[in-house]
């Protein structure tokens, strides 16, 4: 039975979750140096990171469908032409250094391994 306060926005961030779960696990077996590399943090740590230093701008949902996502353009980052389209280095470089006006930097403010568990987060949100 479905719990009637769990919504869409609420089970894209639980699939992306069970994904990053998977993905960390795996991560010492073969993954790209760029996510292997300390991705200790937890996947509950990634969604609070989100929540906390992404969601303003690109929503609960990555869909960036808030009003500061309008104000700055704030990518989507569930479309799928972009997620094909973007290297994880490309993410994990936007997070660390920013990009330009549009995003702040978050490389002084968080960890390798929590902007690799980011990385993994927003790879997860990937819509069809």
Do not use: Y
């Not at 997620?83 to 403010?109: H, L, Y």
């Amino acid at each position: 039975m479905r719990n009637s306060s769990v919504g869409i926005g609420s089970s894209v961030v639980i699939c992306a979750l069970i994904i990053i779960s998977c993905l960390l696990v795996l991560a010492g077996n073969g993954a790209p140096a760029s996510l292997s590399t300390g991705a200790t943090v937890s996947t509950r740590t990634a969604a609070q990171l989100f929540s906390k230093h992404c969601a303003t701008c690109h929503g609960k949902d990555g869909r960036a469908k808030t009003f500061k996502a309008k104000f700055n353009h704030a990518r989507n980052l569930t479309e799928p032409g972009w997620q094909e389209a973007v290297s994880d280095e490309r993410i994990f470089n936007s997070i660390t250094n920013g990009r330009g006006k549009k995003m702040p930097a978050f490389g002084k403010k968080i960890t390798e391994a929590e902007i690799n568990s980011l990385v993994l987060l927003v790879r997860g949100m990937r819509s069809s």
